[in-house]
C-alpha cells in the first residue's frame, strides 16, 4: 500500500521510526505542551483528533481521558505501528488518510492535535479547510510548530533550511485567525548516542555534524510556537 495522495514525506520518521520514537520520548520531557493545551481546549470527554499521528505515540495518552480517539496517518507503514500501539484501546482508531482529506464524519470532533505537521505554513490552507468541515462549534484545533527565531534547535533549524522565515510562518497563523501561545520545552536524554541519533535525522549531514561539535550534554534547549483556534 502507498502513501495517501497528496500527503508531503517526513524523512525523519518515515525513514527512522525508531528513532523518532527515541525523540517522542526524550522532548518536552515535563508535558508543557500538552499542560498548555488543556488551559485552553480540555480534551477529557470529548473527542480528539489526532492528525498525522505517525506511530501513534500520542494516542494512549489522549484515550486516558477523551471519549473517543481518532488518528490519522498518510503513511501505510506509520499506519500499522499505530495500531499495533493501540490495539487493545477500545476508544482509538487508527485510519490512513492525509490532512487534506480526512476520513472523519463532518462535525465531529471536539479537539484536534496536529504537531510538527504544518510548520511550513502558507500550503496547508487545504488541510485547515478540513478542520473547518470536521471540527464541532465550540471546538478547538491546535498546532504543534517549531518556534526558529529562538532557541538553540532553532538556530540549528534555520541553518538547515536557510529560506525558512519564521516572520512570515508567524503572519500566515495569524491571517488564517489562530492564537499563539510559546513555549520554552527541551529535548533530554540519557545518552550522549542518542541525543546524536535524533540530531542526524533531523538535520542534514553537515549541518548535524556542525551543532554537535559546537554542544555539549545531554539537554537541548527547544522553542515550540502552540498554536490554537476556537471553532
Request: with cysteine; charged share 25%; hydrophobic share 40%.
Amino acid at each position: 500500500m502507498s502513501a495517501s495522495d497528496g500527503a508531503i514525506p517526513s524523512p525523519n520518521i518515515w525513514n527512522h521510526p525508531a528513532v523518532y520514537e527515541l525523540e517522542n520520548r526524550c522532548v518536552d520531557p515535563e508535558r508543557r505542551i500538552e499542560a498548555a493545551m488543556r488551559e485552553i481546549g480540555d480534551w477529557a470527554g470529548r473527542d480528539l483528533l489526532d492528525v498525522g499521528c505517525g506511530t501513534g505515540f500520542h494516542l494512549p495518552r489522549w484515550a486516558e481521558d477523551a471519549h473517543g480517539v481518532v488518528g490519522v496517518e498518510p503513511n501505510p507503514d506509520l499506519v500499522a505501528l499505530a495500531r499495533r500501539r493501540t490495539a487493545r484501546l477500545a476508544t482509538v482508531r487508527v485510519e490512513q488518510g492525509a490532512a487534506q482529506r480526512l476520513p472523519v464524519a463532518d462535525a465531529s470532533v471536539d479537539v484536534v492535535h496536529a504537531r510538527w505537521a504544518y510548520f511550513f505554513g502558507p500550503g496547508c490552507e487545504p488541510g485547515l479547510r478540513e478542520l473547518d468541515r470536521v471540527v464541532r462549534r465550540g471546538g478547538v484545533g491546535f498546532v504543534v510548530d517549531n518556534d526558529a527565531g529562538r532557541s538553540t534547535f532553532g538556530c540549528w533549524f534555520r541553518q538547515a533550511h536557510p529560506t525558512y522565515d519564521p516572520d512570515a510562518v508567524e503572519r500566515f497563523w495569524s491571517v488564517q485567525g489562530w492564537s499563539r501561545v510559546p513555549l520554552d520545552v527541551e529535548w533530554r536524554f540519557d545518552r550522549r548516542d542518542d541525543l546524536e541519533s535524533v540530531v542526524r535525522i533531523e538535520l542534514p549531514p553537515q549541518v548535524a555534524d556542525r551543532a554537535l561539535a559546537g554542544h555539549e550534554g545531554l539537554t537541548v534547549d527547544y522553542a515550540v510556537n502552540l498554536w490554537w483556534r476556537r471553532y
